[in-house]
């Protein structure tokens, strides 16, 4: 007797895939992060079968090396010269030694990405209720073009496969096509596989011919139709790899709606495969989640995201941004147009904002980038604030160093630190300022030339240009003297201006050399001191 559990399943994908004219392996093009083959031994995964064997030839290199880092329990088994698909499984079976003549062997085309573990246990639940020797799965489709055509008798009862190269007009106009797809009695499988030949329009030893040759024995062979017909898309050229994509595509988003997860549009959102995506996320349009990414709950991604094996925690909002193997903490905020690179670490309420790029960065809690800045190679503790324009000057020309900035750190904008180099704890450093040396925590470091004053200069050097008559202007009406508008962006400013003004005493001693602290603060790039401008930006 057969079981439902198949004792083996053969995967082909030893064919060139000539018509994709390419010099990758059919087998592995990619849709929605998986190959093609990827897809196919996901889905025969399902069936816990105890071996399977991939026949490889065309391009065995590369999809051996393939299935060795991604199904390394997979059998490899070389077809040296294409002989056609019954060839491939007569040389699969010739490796798969031990197999008894009830065994039920599952054979499956490497090019089907569309097939799912469901429509593969229906078939050999079918397989076993019928005993049939060989089990056939078809679709019914619109456009048969390039499909085998299953052939059936007056009663309904399958009589042969035909391929479409060999078929008349009258069997070319059948919709009932083979996937490809079947379930064998392995010792009927055996015997009828020995009997092939190669008169057919492809000179090919055909699997299909297997059908037709029980049949003529009078073993029983059966057929199950697939419930949805797009399982049945083989991918032969890049129109249809396309074709697949989208189907798979359209299948992921699906799901993902029916699991809790609000996509705003459908049809511009992609979700690879192997995407994970926990309940109540929202994906906004034009967004790209790609490989291993992960949203947990409550997260928000888009509009026009690409993230790649990146993981946002829950709550998290994700704008404009381009990220990949980063770690987005929970409650933080990036975007719009910010680029993670790999090694990126966000803490729990983070934010890096606009115009940012970040590379093998570590941010603690609460940290912030809010704007237009490089951070590549560093630490970055809790609470820290990385001004506007600051640049983490990594890289020497031959070298890469690290970077270590503490907690509560506040970074004045224009910093050029040039690693290797560490900030301590508490520690500011003063707008424009180029670190080169270590600051302890608790200082204030500051590099700056003296600023020159020349009065009168435009009206001099540049006479009648509107910069002078300008001046001139201001000369006959003296702008009055207007209070500082700048105002603490939060508490801890305050607390910082109160805790740091005594020790630094001088009233031009400040980050920006004007004794006004809380312009670090909050990532406000002021444009303070100018006369009825305010702090924001
Ligand atoms: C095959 C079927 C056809 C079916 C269709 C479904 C045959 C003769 N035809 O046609 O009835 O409708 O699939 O998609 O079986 N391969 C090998 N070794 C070979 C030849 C092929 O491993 O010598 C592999 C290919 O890599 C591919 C699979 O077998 O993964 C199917 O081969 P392909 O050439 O794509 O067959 P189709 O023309 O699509
Ligand atoms: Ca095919």
Request: aromatic fraction near 2%; glycine fraction near 12%.
């Amino acid at each position: 007797m057969t079981s439902p559990r198949p004792a083996a399943v053969i995967i082909l994908a030893a064919g060139e895939g000539r018509r994709m004219r390419s010099t990758t392996p059919k087998v592995l093009h990619s849709i929605a992060g998986r190959t093609l083959l990827g897809h196919v031994l996901h889905a025969a995964g399902t069936m816990a079968a105890p071996r399977t064997a991939v026949v490889v030839g065309h391009g065995r290199e590369q999809v051996a090396a393939m299935l060795a880092e991604q199904a390394p329990a997979v059998i490899t088994v070389v077809q040296d010269r294409q002989h056609g698909t019954g060839h491939a499984v007569r040389v699969a079976l010739a490796a798969l030694d031990g197999l008894a003549a009830d065994d039920t062997v599952v054979v499956l085309p490497g090019d089907t990405p569309l097939l799912t573990g469901e429509t593969l246990a229906a078939l050999t639940a079918h397989h076993h209720a019928q005993r049939a020797a060989a089990t056939v799965l078809t679709a019914v489709l619109d456009d048969a073009t390039g499909y085998g055509r299953v052939v059936r008798d007056t009663a309904g009862g399958v009589r042969a496969i035909i391929e479409h190269r060999d078929a008349d007009a009258a069997t070319a106009a059948i919709r009932e096509i083979n996937t490809g797809v079947y379930a064998f009695r392995a010792g009927p499988l055996q015997a009828a596989l020995a009997r092939l030949t190669r008169q057919n329009a492809q000179g090919e030893e055909y699997l299909t011919d297997v059908v037709g040759l029980l049949v003529g024995d009078g073993s029983p062979v059966a057929a199950r139709v697939v419930a949805d017909p797009v399982e049945a898309a083989g991918v032969n050229d890049r129109v249809q790899l396309a074709a697949a994509g989208r189907a798979l595509r359209d299948r992921i988003v699906i799901a993902a709606m029916k699991a809790g997860t609000t996509v705003v549009d459908p049809p511009t959102t992609w979700i690879d495969a192997d995407v994970t995506l926990e309940p109540d996320t929202t994906i906004a349009p034009h967004t790209f989640l790609h490989g291993r990414t992960h949203l947990a709950r409550g997260a928000t991604v888009g509009p026009e995201c690409t993230l790649t094996d990146t993981i946002v925690g829950a709550e998290a909002s994700v704008v404009r941004t381009t990220a990949d193997r980063a770690e987005i903490g929970a409650g933080a905020a990036v975007g719009p147009y910010s680029h993670l690179r790999p090694g990126t670490r966000l803490g729990r309420e983070g934010k890096i904002g606009s115009f940012v790029e970040t590379k093998s960065a570590e941010f603690g809690d609460h940290t912030k980038v809010p704007h237009l800045a490089y951070v590549g190679d560093a630490v970055v503790g809790e609470r820290s604030n990385i001004g506007c324009t600051t640049v983490f000057v990594n890289y020497d020309g031959v070298a890469k160093h690290r970077t270590v900035i503490g907690s509560d750190v506040r970074i004045g904008s224009d910093t050029m630190l040039v690693a290797p180099v560490t900030v301590g704890d508490g520690a500011y450093t003063g707008a424009g300022s180029v670190i080169r040396e270590d600051v302890p925590p608790g200082a204030l470091a500051i590099r700056e030339g003296r600023q020159r004053i020349i009065e009168g200069w435009t009206e001099r050097r540049r006479p009648g240009s509107p910069a002078a008559l300008a001046a001139a202007a201001a000369a006959a009406s003296p702008v009055p003297a207007v209070p500082d508008t700048a105002t603490p962006v939060d508490s801890r400013a305050v607390d910082s201006r109160a805790a740091q003004a005594p020790e630094v005493g001088t009233p031009d001693a400040g980050p920006h050399g004007r004794g006004d602290l809380a312009h670090t603060s909050g990532g406000e790039a002021g444009i303070a001191g100018v006369p009825g401008a305010g702090s924001r930006t």
